[in-house]
């Protein structure tokens, strides 16, 4: 009991910075949601029950965003996983060189997300991008990478992966480090092959790991706004709008405070919802994983 | 290389290098069925290295592992049919007992009937039965040790290898436990290493002892062998405790008397000086100052030394060495 | 990479708003502290907030204004290049109450929202209506709302249209002659494209459009309705040509994903005959050594035969912030910045478009910069862009749908049709459900 006391008592400014500057917020944006505070109103908060939620069940732009959104967040987190998955797997081998190796694909983490994306804006570039310029002189002729939904799509989730995947390629590795080595040769000595461990052994024992960079990765490509916003600015023709985006839209340029609220908050659900089902999803797997027995 | 093949395990100049660093230098050793052999040796002498090599784990850098004449050395460790104790048990942390026990079977393809008869059999055998649903953090350190036992039990193995198996469990508990894994282990049909750098559980397990320094081979032989007729001053001191005295008698000689081996009475020849007593309860020993230096002496408990000891012993309890290489000299 | 500001829109995350007002409130207790320290020392310190190329611009005349001993100390901040995020971080500091700067420089296309917000002090006390008279038609519109004066010009830039003078003996009249002359010049190979533009989906986009649908005697905005008019026949066949330019391969697809900068890289290595874009562009390419260097054009905006083509106007002007401590000297400031000698080295210097009629007269300025008269001349035809507090929203939502049209996600009637919806929509949500107008000045 009284340990217990000790560490609410140690985790009590935590928990107030925690509520000033998350939970304040909140209120506020749920409080701003109910209101009608835009250019209009001279940007004072007049009530008006509730229209801007109906509003946002009307506004396809919402939703389409919101699918945008969540496809995006959903594929990059997918192949972040397997790619971060591979390249802990070839980072934890011993080899030389290992350190900085690990360094060096660290990096795309490193650098900032805006200048990140104005790299790959540039590479992309019709047509004097690198890109571009190599398959001219292999005798093609240039692409407009960011001028078609699909493949401006494309690279806005390739460019995630590229920046993030060393990120959770860390993770795993950490994950990969608290495996006693012996457990691996236990079972090679029953003849597994690599993949048998992988599957049988490595996978189950990184859940843990799995989960924290899913759910983490999750939250992160939810809101994702830097990349989009640098890279195609939503385009083309929105199709790469995100909900951050549109929520920054509706606050800073549309100067629609009471909308942007109900945009912001409505996010925040979407990703609550998101992150509670991936969380439970992960939990039933990873579970019915570590308790499989002899079938 | 010769193709003279006796049942069993054999182990022909088997070596490790990594880098520069020798690990393991020319090991010859072999292992009847149903011998169990404890390599024996301060850490960092090789006889781990060994145990990897004849799992297959580690490569050999030279030499040969053969096992009824079969040359396993390029062998896979899954091919060799090799069952291992870790010294750290490796149970899958996310596996009930039963889990473990199985997850081997599954890799090896048999059929979920034989994979669940072999698993209620040998959980039978080690009385695992009631603690077949729980994980191994939910497992005190003897239970976990007879899972990671079971565990290469099941799978009817052809050589069994433990590696400091009893290290991580209590002095008590090492003791009770010396028997059972004996009944376990020994006497079937398979050849059994025994890794340890406790000579105690050396002698309790082990038929013949291999005692290993710096990646060599000392000696080899039964515990009795060593113990009288060690083939260097380095086995000499390694096995017995006390340890044995290393006397500075004569130059170019070095005399190694074992302390039980030393007797008091007026009679003796060297002269001595008690420094201070060691009472152990079933004997005692006993610190002596003479003019070759101090010398170590085991008498029974009781009776209390004389006020003038003297040293005596019998000639053939001298062991004679080399002052500098440490090698054995004739008496 | 390029050289300039096509890749410059860093911004910051919603998220990042609240650790930015943070900022911005130690920026300016700091700036607070500053300010006592200046009365103690005499001059009046006023700020301005700039763009940071016109923040360079001016650099020169601000250091001699301020060693003249007016008693103000002029002080420019200079804002980052890319206009929209300017206007984000101009913003941010608004919203916070009481911003750090005294002056804003303001682009035409902010005016409307930002006097709704209830930012801006009127003008109209300090300057009567004979200042605007005293200056080109187009340098007039976009600074005065509700019959108050909210801006004074500083820079009268409009769009324009460049044209290779190696390649044609004259500029084309009309957007028919435009096309023809282009496919003439590709297809004798002469040139890889015809026309460069801005079709990505952002502000550019906008200014584009406004053009067009000029140029095909369509209106964005009805300023009588208060109504959008993007569904009328004249906005289809406007937007109709603009796709047609792509999908005749007079302009590239990648137009679609073109900035400014990124189509007049394009134009500066020689790789087309024309090239809209604002004045900035022609001293770009002239001082760069590139393969067009010395062959470039530059003419108004043209239209469709038979109608009056126009450049958006893109004009910035000085407003001043209510709450500013010192009113008096800030319009002083003002004055003076927006008066003939800064507007004169900006001519002479960066190629910035004069608003006063007089400088396009004088001799010294036409020989000094080469621009000056076609300027004044596309001047005369300016296009607003739609005067509404609004247009932040109905900008994105045209750039957005023109953008899809513009990709392969619908034809001119269709996505004409759309924007006219949402912009209707827009206008409606705006409005509240009590229909309650603009909280006006």
Redesign the interface.
Known sequence: MKSRTVALVLMLPALLLLAA?FVY?LLRYGWLSLH?S???????P?P??G?NWG?LLDDARFWTDAGQTLRFALCSVALELVGGLALALLLHRPLRGRGPLRALTLLPWALPT?VMA?GW??IL????GPLNAAIRSLGGS?Y?F????ATTWFFVVLADVWKTMPFVALLLLAGLQTI?L??E????????SRL?ILR??TL??L?PYISLAVLFRLAQAL?V??LI??L????????TESL?LY???N??????FG?ASTV?LATFLLLLVSLGGGWLLLRRHGLA??????? | MSTSSAAGLELRQLCRKVGDRRLLDGLDLQVAPGECVALLGPSGCGKSTTLRLVAGLDPASGGQVLLDGVDLTGRSPGERQVAMVFQSYALYPHLSVEGNLDLGLKVRGLPPRERQQRIDATLELLQLGELRQRRPAQLSGGQRQRVALARALLRHPRIVLLDEPMSNLDAQLREDLRPELRRLLCGREQPVIYVTHDQQEAVGMADRIALLEAGRLQQVGSPRELYTNPANRFVASFLGRPAINLLAVEPGRQLGLRPEHIHLGGDGTVAARLLRREWWGHQQLLWLQTHWGAVRVLTGPEAPPPPEPRLSWQRQHELWFDPDSGARLPP | MAARPPFSSLRRQPAVVGLLAVLLLVLLSASGQKALQAVAAEPVPIRVLMPAPLADAVAGPVARFNASGSGVAVEVIRGPLDTETISDLAISSLLLGEAPFDLLLVDVSWLPKYVAAGWFLPLERWFGPEVLAAMEPGARLGNSLGNHLWRLPLTGDTGLLYWRTDLMPRPPRDTSELVAISRDLQRRGRVRWGYLWQGRQYEGLSCVMVEVLQGFGARWWDAATARTQLDSPQAVAAAAWLDGLLRDGVSPRAVANYAENDALQSFAAGEAAFLRNWPYAWREIEKGEGPVQGKVGVTAMVGAPGEQGGGTLGTWGLSLIKGSPHPEEAVAVIRWLTGPVVQRQLALEQGYAPTWSALYDDQDLQSGAPLLAVQRQALQHPQLRPPTPAYAQLSDLLARQVNGMLTGQGGAEQTMATAQRQSLQVLRSLAGPSGSGPAGP
């Open positions: 500057v917020p009608a835009s250019v209009l109103t001279g940007l004072v007049v008006n029950g229209a509003r805006t104005l804006r540039w570039n019709d047509p004097h240039s407009g960011l001028s078609t939904p006693p012996d457990l040769e236990a079972l090679r000595l029953e003849g597994a048998q049988r052994l189950p024992l859940v809101g706004f830097d916003q640098v195609t600015g939503g385009g083309p023709a929105g199709s951050a929520a920054y839209l606050a800073m340029r549309f100067l629609d909308y912001m994983r570590t308790t499989e027995r002899a079938a």
